[in-house]
C-alpha cells in the first residue's frame, strides 16, 4: 500500500484526471482499511515537502477533504495543512493557486473561516517577504553551529570546574543553552514564516539538545 501511493503521488500532475484517478484511489483504500488514514495524510505530508508539483498536491488534500466519509480524515489534514500551505507559498507563483482552494473551502464552509483567515495570513507573509534564500538559510546553519559550539565548550567547562566556580561556569552553561533555544525556536518561526501556533515545549528541546551532546561525546 504505501509503495503504491508513493508512487500515485510521484507521478501526479495538475490535471483533473490524474488528482480525480488518485483521489478515487485514497477513497476506497481508505474505506476498506479506514485505520490507515494517518498513514495516508502522512505519506502526503512528507511528499509536498520536496515535491515539485506542491499545488497538485494540494488539489489533492482539496479533492480527499470533500469526498470524505470520514471527518476524522479532514481533521488530520486540518493539522498538516499549514506547513503545507507555507511551503507551497515559497514560490509566489503558487500563491493564486493556494488562494483559489482557501476561497473553495470558505464558500463551501468545508473548514471553519477563523482557520482559513489563518491560512490566508500564511500566504500574505510569504507575499510580503519573497522566496527564501538559499543565503538565509546557511546563515542560520552557521549560527546555530556556532551556538552549539560555545554550548559544548560550556559544558565541558562545568565538567572540569570545582570549588565557588562552579555557580559561574553553570550559570554560563546555561546562558549558552539558552542561545541555542532561541536559535531554534527563531528558525521554526521563518519557516512558518512567523505564524507558529504550536507551544514551544522548552524541556522537550532541551532533551533534544542532550542528545546531540550525548552523541558528540
Known sequence: MVSEFKELLDRLDPTQERIHSTSFWCQEFLYTHPNHMQTIVDLWSKSIETSNQKIALLFLANDIIQNARNET??????FSLPRAITVSATNPGSIQDIRKVLKVWDDRQVFPRHIIEEWEKICERAESQGPKSDRSQLTYVI??????????????????????DIRRVAYAEQKAREEVI??????????YHGDLN???HLHKINEKLNKIEEIES
Open 143 to 164: 549560527n546555530l553551529a556556532k551556538k552549539m559550539k560555545k554550548l559544548k565548550q560550556a559544558g565541558l567547562a562545568v565538567e572540569r570546574c570545582q570549588g565557588e
Open 198 to 200: 504550536v507551544s514551544i
Open 73 to 78: 480524515l479532514k481533521a488530520m489534514f486540518q
Open 182 to 191: 532561541k536559535e531554534i525556536v527563531s528558525a521554526m518561526k521563518k519557516v
